[in-house]
């Protein structure tokens, strides 16, 4: 039987299945990539849900795992050498299972770097943007008066989308015939514009016919329905 009592997080969120990886998340964006990467790998898991809306995340006992205060992030009972090893970060997450399994990730090594990035592009700017339009469009920031910021966030969103659907053109995922872990990073931001933000007339969504395949693609896949909801609301 592993035992995970040498992670303080584990008091407070009790592992049913200490030789499972353990998930702590919420279905956020940034939270499902790592169940449905979890579900598209078959790796057993046991999620724990950490509510944000009650502001779990910045509870010492889930800080001890994460000292920025985010979801998602994962402790691995059977890392490297055997040993545990906990992660935060979803970028980081979704490489480390990729190259644990083998599996979402090239191992030719220009494709690998090439899909790395696609990553990075979700992580540094995709991620990013997207939250803080959906923060003044949809939620608390919707009543601040001065509607700059919100004019900024919509058009860098819009102009992330149309980098997007130019990578797109004549691809079926964003590494073409390859479904990888570039996908599954950014198209839960882009399904979040249209069921979260309700965003998809304000930012022309509808109009981009290669994103919307790839999204129609990504979400028909049965690990993304299953990720979709884990762990649930």
């Given at each position: 039987m592993t035992d995970l009592s040498e992670f303080?997080?584990?008091?407070?969120?009790?592992a049913q299945h200490p030789d499972r990886i353990q998930l702590y998340s919420f279905p956020t964006p940034n939270g499902v990539k790592i169940s449905i990467m979890l579900e598209e790998i078959g790796l057993p898991y046991e999620a724990h849900r950490v509510d944000i809306t009650k502001n779990e995340t910045w509870t010492d006992s889930f800080l001890s795992l994460n000292p920025n205060g985010k979801i998602p992030a994962i402790i691995d009972p059977k890392g490297p050498d055997g040993k545990p090893l906990a992660l935060f970060e979803s970028g980081a997450i979704l490489t480390y299972l990729a190259e644990k399994t083998g599996k979402l990730l090239p191992k030719d090594p220009a494709r690998r770097y090439e899909t790395l990035q696609w990553v990075f592009f979700q992580m540094a700017s995709v991620g990013p943007m997207f939250g803080q339009f959906g923060f003044f469009y949809k939620f608390a920031g919707r009543?601040?008066?001065?509607?700059r910021p919100l004019n900024r966030y919509r058009d860098e969103s819009r102009r992330l989308l149309g980098v997007l659907e130019q990578r797109l053109d004549g691809r079926r995922w964003i590494m073409g015939n390859d479904y990888s872990i570039a996908d599954i990073?950014?198209?839960?931001?882009?399904?979040?514009?249209?069921?979260?933000?309700?965003?998809?007339e304000l930012l022309g969504l509808d109009s981009l016919k290669n994103v919307n395949a790839w999204l129609e693609r990504a979400l028909e896949r049965p690990a993304s329905q299953k990720g979709l909801v884990v762990p649930p609301r």
């Amino acid at each position: 039987m592993t035992d995970l009592s040498e992670f303080p997080i584990s008091n407070r969120w009790s592992a049913q299945h200490p030789d499972r990886i353990q998930l702590y998340s919420f279905p956020t964006p940034n939270g499902v990539k790592i169940s449905i990467m979890l579900e598209e790998i078959g790796l057993p898991y046991e999620a724990h849900r950490v509510d944000i809306t009650k502001n779990e995340t910045w509870t010492d006992s889930f800080l001890s795992l994460n000292p920025n205060g985010k979801i998602p992030a994962i402790i691995d009972p059977k890392g490297p050498d055997g040993k545990p090893l906990a992660l935060f970060e979803s970028g980081a997450i979704l490489t480390y299972l990729a190259e644990k399994t083998g599996k979402l990730l090239p191992k030719d090594p220009a494709r690998r770097y090439e899909t790395l990035q696609w990553v990075f592009f979700q992580m540094a700017s995709v991620g990013p943007m997207f939250g803080q339009f959906g923060f003044f469009y949809k939620f608390a920031g919707r009543e601040i008066d001065d509607k700059r910021p919100l004019n900024r966030y919509r058009d860098e969103s819009r102009r992330l989308l149309g980098v997007l659907e130019q990578r797109l053109d004549g691809r079926r995922w964003i590494m073409g015939n390859d479904y990888s872990i570039a996908d599954i990073a950014i198209f839960p931001w882009v399904r979040g514009l249209k069921v979260v933000y309700d965003a998809s007339e304000l930012l022309g969504l509808d109009s981009l016919k290669n994103v919307n395949a790839w999204l129609e693609r990504a979400l028909e896949r049965p690990a993304s329905q299953k990720g979709l909801v884990v762990p649930p609301r």
